[in-house]
């Protein structure tokens, strides 16, 4: 009996997920050492500083980054009780990232309060509330789905789920189409907003993996000729059609060109993904081209946005009025996000010493720029290689997934962060037009951060679906 017993435990600790915590040690040690610099700083007397330190956080407003360590290590525990062949990397990840949006948002609280006022200095608090609901709808969705399979027996409900999610959307940019607002996609219901495009986005990529599934073999090999090409039956091609009709509405409706952006690089990404077929994608490339080219020559406000990119603000010197008055109205946003990147140089103005309010929506839009400026060129890059990991975690859980819908559904939920990341990340830096696609993780809101902890999930279930499967057949 006692054996029975000690054998029990040995193979309990030897099952602990001991890679996890170890990597979970290194996010939390960031944290507790940025939040030790923020301190210091604030008791700081150099006068050259003090009308930023004194609107830092005090040590009430740094208990947020103690609450997510608590939370994740709750997190932990769960994951070791009922989830141990999960991947033991992909939390740790998304940790470090999310503590990181706590602790910026944290310290934009107070100098967001002094510039724009209202009650801005529980962001941070604000930030947190959102990442603890995120992590428990993250285990909450890892209990429901425990057969991953039943998500494609119910495609077409996710592709009503999704025409009913972009409708309140589409109905509003109808009523206000004369409005110049650029983007409808927020919808407000008493003191929430709900932005509909990010749960949107997990109902197209379960529909194209549900679809794609059933159907990859008729679409691989093509039925109609059209020149070089060989096209699917109209039967197979319609739902994919309705659906890009959907990004469609998106773009010129509700003109939200991220979200058509995201949509059609998703249809790109699992398309090729489930048919191996280079033609599609090159089709769909030059297709996006022509409707590009219609909605610039339609929607001044996407010309207004590619006009921001290809305005060059470098020789300041020599503007004439009329570029002077642009940098100062339509292309201000990016601009000022431009001079917190250089502001930022190599090793960056140090957590708290910088001053990025001065971007608007910078907890938002342009929250990549406040990294630039007080982490620079080296925080960056570690930033951007935390997402390649994220992404790396993801298609290898893809890769190693045991049934086909399961290898497609984490590879597009893993395209959306990627995705995403590229998306808003160039659209800071003016390599694309900006949109209102949040930074995961990172930006202020609620909606994507919830969106985004069910994509991690249902990746960290697929995971261990897998790994249990492979054991059963050995």
Not at 40 to 58: A, E, G, H, V
Not at 200 to 207: E, H, Q, R, T, Y
Not at 383 to 406: C, K, M, N, P, Q
Not at 413 to 422: D, N
Request: proline share 5%; aromatic share 10%.
């Amino acid at each position: 009996m006692e054996q029975s017993m000690s054998q029990r435990a040995t193979g309990a600790f030897r099952q602990y997920r001991w890679k996890e915590l170890g990597l979970l040690i290194l996010p939390g040690l960031i944290l507790l050492l940025l939040m030790a610099q923020l301190l210091i700083i604030r008791s700081s007397n150099d006068t050259t500083t003090l009308n930023n330190l004194k609107n830092l956080p005090i040590l009430d407003g740094l208990i947020p980054i103690l609450g997510f360590i608590a939370a994740v290590l709750v997190v932990h525990v769960v994951l070791n009780i009922f989830f141990r062949k999960a991947d033991q990397v992909l939390l740790p990840l998304v940790s470090l990232l999310s503590g990181l949006g706590v602790v910026m948002l944290t310290r934009l609280g107070p100098d967001m309060l002094k510039r724009f006022g209202g009650p801005i200095p529980t962001l941070g608090s604000r930030q947190l509330i959102w990442v603890i609901i995120g992590l428990a709808i993250c285990l909450g969705t890892m209990f429901i789905l425990r057969n991953i399979g039943w998500l494609s027996r119910y495609k077409y409900t996710w592709l009503l789920f999704c025409f009913a999610v972009i409708l309140p959307s589409v109905i509003r940019g109808i009523l206000t189409f004369k409005n110049a607002d650029p983007t409808r996609d927020t919808l407000g219901f008493g003191p929430l907003k709900l932005q509909p495009s990010e749960f949107l986005k997990i109902g197209v990529v379960i529909f194209f993996a549900g679809y794609l599934n059933d159907n990859r073999d008729v679409l691989a090999e093509g039925h109609y000729r059209l020149g070089p090409l060989r096209l699917p039956p109209l039967r197979q091609l319609g739902p994919m059609l309705f659906m890009l009709g959907i990004g469609l509405l998106s773009f010129l409706v509700v003109r939200e060109l991220g979200l058509a952006l995201l949509v059609y690089s998703l249809f790109l990404c699992m398309t090729y993904v489930a048919t191996g077929k280079k033609s599609y994608v090159l089709v769909s490339l030059l297709t996006f081209v022509v409707l590009a080219v219609i909605g610039y020559s339609l929607l001044p406000y996407v010309q207004n946005r590619f006009a921001t990119v290809a305005f060059n603000p470098a020789d300041w010197a020599h503007l004439t009025d009329a570029e002077n008055t642009f940098a100062q109205d339509k292309g201000y946003q990016v601009y000022q996000g431009l001079i917190n990147v250089a502001s930022g140089g190599i090793l960056g103005s140090g957590l708290g010493l910088g001053f990025p309010v001065g971007v608007p929506v910078i907890d938002s839009d342009m929250a990549f720029t406040a990294y630039a400026e007080e982490f620079g060129l080296v925080g960056l890059f570690a930033i951007i290689g935390i997402y390649l990991l994220i992404v790396h975690r993801g298609f290898r859980i893809a890769a190693e997934a045991t049934d086909s819908f399961s290898k497609l559904l984490a590879a597009g939920l893993t395209s959306i962060f990627a995705l995403q990341t590229l998306i808003i990340t160039a659209g800071d830096l003016k390599l694309l037009p900006l949109t209102g696609i949040p930074l995961p993780y990172l930006s202020n809101g609620g909606n994507a951060i919830l969106a985004n902890f069910i994509i991690v999930g249902i990746l960290l279930r697929i995971s261990h679906n897998s790994a249990v499967e492979r054991e059963g057949k050995y």
